[in-house]
């Protein structure tokens, strides 16, 4: 029904710079939150950054002032750009989109996810 792709992963070593990108095809509702999460083998999924159709952002307090999370409402894309990179930002990064939607006493929660890509701080 809908589909995340995900690209920009890679290796950086510490200090250094990545940009990750995704699209979201298929039937979206308008109004949605887009947004970033990571995944180690030692840790739960956790939220790095999330925005809103409407532009409201918000962030882990680890990556504040380091990374900032954009979309286009236009493509159904969001991106996350990491500057100031740490080894403690190695993990498996995956995008997701999410809304509620339905009757108003119906309402019905889609949430989707891609298939992660691997981003590796080291030197």
């Known amino acids: 029904q809908v589909q995340l792709v995900e690209s920009g992963g890679g290796v950086v070593q510490p200090g250094g710079s990545l940009r990750l990108s995704c699209e979201a095809s298929g039937r979206i509702f308008r109004f949605n939150t887009m947004g970033w999460y990571r995944q180690t083998p030692e840790k739960q999924r956790e939220l790095v950054a999330t925005?809103?159709?409407?532009?409201?952002?918000n962030y882990a307090n680890s990556v504040l002032g380091r990374f900032s999370v954009s979309r286009d409402n236009a493509k159904n894309a969001v991106y996350l750009q990491m500057d100031m990179m740490k080894p403690e930002d190695t993990a498996v990064y995956y995008c997701?989109?999410?809304?509620?939607?339905?009757?108003?006493?119906?309402?019905?929660?889609?949430?989707?996810w891609g298939q992660g890509t691997q981003v590796t701080v080291s030197s």
């Open positions: 997701n989109i999410n809304w509620e939607a339905g009757p108003v006493e119906g309402v019905r929660k889609y949430d989707y």
């Open positions: 925005i809103t159709s409407g532009g409201s952002t």
